[in-house]
């Protein structure tokens, strides 16, 4: 592939091409290696064009009805005027391709409007490489012109934390449902949550929804906010009636003001570029220790020595590290 290669992906993406920003996500999906020099480069040329979107993180138990959400809000956000994107960060997934992939058939309408574009995650692979492509997807999608990039969880436990470490802001939507409220969410989610929203909200279940959202913000009550100068609002809404959308909205930008005037935004996103360079750092060293000759030759036999009782795992360990120096 040659600079014009290169420069006609860069030219695309920056003229809101639609083909060409699916194309540049597909070469940086790729896991041949003169597709990941050329990602790299096209990603360092866009990277000026990046930053000014809304990244908006979004989890929720399941049966909650997040297609339905993500479809309601998107739909609302792309009649205010602004350009959406959707993308997935689902590890689980081998065969379809993420829920997004799956839930595009429940996505109708949005995914027919011009001004949106609805992405699944890389099928197949481990969590770290999913959340590397999706970082980089989203940095094409700034540079295409989507200002509000929507970034749904599909996976389950560890997703959850690498999602909030890429967004601004972090919404758990939830279920009004019988007995404990709290049954079924774990701590360590709701202190990465921004917002907490009931879904579902509409006839008879609206009583049962504002109930669980006293509960929830009495719960949140014991946790110490991430950030000094916002408190987590705890909302209910209904995605079918379209009730309580615009106020979950009004919650990310009032959001973003307050970190924004804090300076406390610019500190996240700073943070959170450095956490993005040390996982690659380790994914690559990873990656450099199992492809390194003298490892592969050595491994099976410290393995089974580790296994049997007769080398010490530290012993093992700086051995097999050893090799890396030579």
């Known amino acids: ?45 866009l990277l000026p064009h990046t930053g000014k979107a809304v990244r908006f993180g979004i989890t929720g138990v399941p049966g909650v009805g997040k297609s339905t959400f993500i479809e309601s809000i998107g739909m609302t956000l792309v009649q205010d005027g602004h350009r959406v994107a959707v993308l997935a960060v689902d590890p689980s997934s081998r065969r379809s391709g993420g829920s997004v992939l799956a839930d595009k058939t429940r996505m109708e309408k949005l995914a027919a409007e ?24 989203m940095l094409i999608c700034e540079a295409a012109g989507y200002d509000v990039i929507i970034v749904e969880t599909v996976g389950v436990g560890q997703s959850e934390t690498t999602v909030a470490s890429m967004v601004d802001f972090f919404l758990v939507l939830m279920l009004a449902g019988a007995g404990d409220e709290l049954q079924g969410i774990k701590k360590g989610i709701l202190e990465l949550a921004d917002g907490i929203a009931i879904t579902k909200a509409d006839g008879d279940n609206v009583a049962k929804a504002r109930k669980a959202a006293r509960t929830y913000d009495n719960a949140l009550h014991f946790l110490r906010p991430a950030s000094p100068v916002w408190i987590p609002p705890v909302l209910t809404c209904s995605a079918v009636d379209r009730t309580g959308i615009r106020e979950i909205w009004q919650a990310v930008l009032s959001h973003r003001k307050k970190l924004s005037d804090s300076g406390e935004l610019a500190q996240k996103r700073q943070q959170q570029a450095l956490d993005w360079m040390w996982s690659l750092i380790e994914e690559g060293l990873k990656y450099r220790f199992n492809q390194n000759p003298e490892v592969k030759k050595h491994l099976p036999k410290l393995t089974r020595g580790v296994e049997k009782g007769t080398t010490a795992p530290t012993i093992a360990a700086e051995e097999l590290l050893f090799f890396l120096d030579n």
């Open 1 to 45: 592939m040659n600079t014009m290669d290169i420069q006609s992906y860069i030219d695309g993406v920056l003229n809101r091409e639609r083909r060409m920003v699916s194309k540049t996500i597909t070469l940086i999906e790729s896991s041949l290696a003169a597709h990941q020099d050329m990602a790299r480069r096209i990603i360092d040329s």
């Open 114 to 137: 011009p001004h949106a574009f609805i992405r699944p995650s890389p099928s197949g692979g481990a969590l770290g490489g999913v959340a590397r492509k999706t970082r980089e997807t």
